[in-house]
């Protein structure tokens, strides 16, 4: 079992930027890839960026692709997701998730365990 705590999020101007945490319980994180998906209201669940258990082999989708960088601290049992250059089309609830895995998961349904969210709001 993996329990999973978003934090860091909060209310930002375009062009700012935020530094969310995932922190994982259990002796087992580094037996885990990790992922950041989002969700805006009346939006499916996307992904946003994934990275292996070693950190590395990380993965990004194209919209984030240049801006966020994903990183974990396997002896912390963090995954971070630092963001910058943020715009409004960035605003969403951000998840992390952990899938039992060796390298990067992109799809949603391979993640066994999700934090409970932590909002974004990017204002213009």
């Known amino acids: 079992q993996v329990q999973l705590v978003e934090s860091g999020g909060g209310l930002v101007q375009a062009g700012g930027s935020l530094r969310l945490s995932c922190a994982a319980s259990g002796r087992t994180f580094i037996s885990y890839s990790m992922g950041w998906f989002r969700q805006a209201p009346g939006k499916e669940r996307e992904f946003v960026a994934a990275?292996?258990?070693?950190?590395?082999?990380?993965y990004y989708a194209d919209s984030v692709k240049g801006r966020f960088t994903i990183s974990r601290d396997n002896a912390k049992n963090t995954v971070y997701l630092q963001m910058n250059s943020l715009k409004p089309e960035d605003t969403a609830v951000y998840f992390c998730a952990a899938a039992r895995a060796l390298t990067y998961v992109l799809d949603r349904a391979r993640y066994d365990y999700w934090g409970q969210g932590t909002q974004v709001t990017v204002s213009s």
């Open positions: 990275i292996s258990w070693s950190g590395g082999s990380i």
